[in-house]
C-alpha cells in the first residue's frame, strides 16, 4: 500500500517577520530539505518518498504558512515538528517565538488493492474520504496536539487493519483440522433445548439471551463442574480466584478488546446521584403509569463506565499488572468460576447454546513461552480423556486463528521465539446431530506476550511472560452432551449419569 501526506500549515509568531527573519527562513527551509528532512532515512529511498516543504512559502506578517508533502519517510506532519524545533533556535536571534499552529488542511491519499467488504473508517477526524480506483484519499481535520499525538500514523494503520481484516476474513487456512474422535453412539436427534423446556428443566428469562435453569439443568452442570474439577483442575494444580464482572474501560484498553469489542459489550453506567429527590419522580411516574420511565433515566445516568464480563480473563490482570514475577513462583495456574459472562449476541441468540448470559469456568495460566506451551499440552491431554472417554462425545478440534492475533501480529513473528509457531487457539468442537452441524464448546488459547505486555508484567530472569487461557462453557457442554446423549439419564456414560443421580422434578404446574 503507497501512502502520501499533503499537510498546510500556518506558523504564528509573536512579531511581524522582518526582511532579515524573511530570508534566514528561507535559507533554513533549504537546509530542512537538504538536511534536517533526511536524518534517519534509508539510503537509497528514493526523495520523493521523503518528507520535504513544497512550493513558495507564504509571509503574512507574523504568521509564516508552508506546505509539506511526504511519502511513507519523515511524515509531514512529522516534519512539520522537525522543523518547528529547527526554525524556532534561529529565529531567537530576531526576536521571533513561535506561538501557535494553525492547521489548514491535511490529505492523506492511500493507493493499492482494496478488498470488497471495506469499509472507510467513520471518524470525527476525517472530514470526507472518497475511495476510487484503488486510491483513497481522507481529507482531515486535524488540530497540532492531534498531530502531535500521531493520529494521522493511526488512521493509516487503522486502515490497513480493516484491509487485513477484509482479506483475512476470506481465508480458510485459519482452521485446520487436528483430531476427529469419528462416530459415536448416539440417542438423540432433537435440539436438546427444546427437550429440557418441554420437560421444564429450565425456562426463558425475562431478559434476551438468558435462561432460568432448573434442578435437572444445574445437577448437570454440577456434574460438569465436579468432572472439571477431578480431572482438569486439580491433577495440573489451578488454585481458585475470583475475577471482577464489572469491567472498566482501563482493563480492555490494555488487553486489546478496546479495539472491537464495542457490539457485543452489556454497558454499564452509574446514576449521578443517590439523592432520592433527584429520582423521585421516576419513581412516580412508575407508580401511577406501571411502566418504567426509561427515556427520563437516560438523561440521569453517567458513562458507560465500562461493560459486563465480556471475556472472563482480563479482569484478572489488574492483579500482576506492573509487576515483575518471581522465578520460582512461575509458573502461575489459576481459574475462576465465580459468575456470569455477558455478550450481546444480536441475532446469533440459540437455544443454551448460544446466549447472552453464561457461565463459564476460566482457565488461566502464566510464565515462560516454554512452561506456558507445555500447560497448553497439559490441558489438551486432559480435554482429550475427558471428552472421549468420560463424556463418550463425537467431537473434533481444529487449530485456528483468532483475527485479534493476526491483527497484532502475534502470528508471523514466532520464527525466533523457539516456540514452534504454537501462539493461537485449539477449538473443540461436538457434533450436533439435530443439526448435522458441529458446535464450538471448548477451547485452549496460547496468547503469547499479548497480555503480560499489555498490562506491564515481567518475568524476574527477563525472560518473555506468556500466557494461556481456557474457556470452559457450562451451557455449551450441556449442549453438545444432551444432543447426543439425550435427556434420560439412563442413556449417559457411568461417570455422568453417576455424578447427576436422577433428575429431580420439584416443581408440578397446575
Known sequence: MQVRFRLEAGLRFSSPFTPEAEQATLALIDEANRLLFMKGVPKGVDPSEVGRITGIPQFRENILDLTFESGPYTRAHDALFRFRKQIALTLGRYRLGIRDIDIGSYAVTMTGEFPSGFRVPRLPFIRHADLTNGSLTMDLIMSSADLENRIPDRLVRLVEEKIEAATYGGKGEHWELIFESG???????????????????????????????GPQAVQLFRAFETIVMEEIIGPLSFSEMIFPKMVPWEVWMRSGHAKGVYPEIYYICTPKTRDASYWEDIADYFKVTGEVWVEEIRKRIDGPIGGM????????????????????????????????????ESGGIHGIERVDEFHRIEVLWLGTAGQTIEIADQLHESYHRVFEDILELEWRSARVTPWFMAQEGMIGSEAGCGCGGRIGTTDYEAYLPYSGSWLEFQNVSING???????????????????????????RWTAAFLAQKGLDYGNWPETVARLVGEPKNLFKFL
Open 309 to 344: 464480563c465480556y471475556a472472563q480473563c482480563p479482569p484478572f490482570w489488574p492483579f500482576v499488572q506492573g509487576e515483575t514475577l518471581a522465578n520460582d513462583c512461575l509458573p502461575i495456574r489459576v481459574f475462576d468460576r465465580s459468575g456470569t459472562s455477558h455478550r450481546y
Open 183 to 213: 462416530k459415536k453412539l448416539r440417542h438423540n436427534e432433537e435440539d436438546p433445548t427444546r427437550q429440557m423446556v418441554e420437560r421444564g428443566w429450565i425456562k426463558h428469562a425475562p431478559a434476551r439471551g438468558q435462561w432460568i435453569f
Open 449 to 475: 506476550d499479548k497480555y503480560p505486555k499489555g498490562f506491564n508484567v515481567k518475568i524476574q530472569s527477563g525472560t518473555e511472560c506468556w500466557s494461556g487461557c481456557s474457556g470452559i462453557g457450562l451451557e
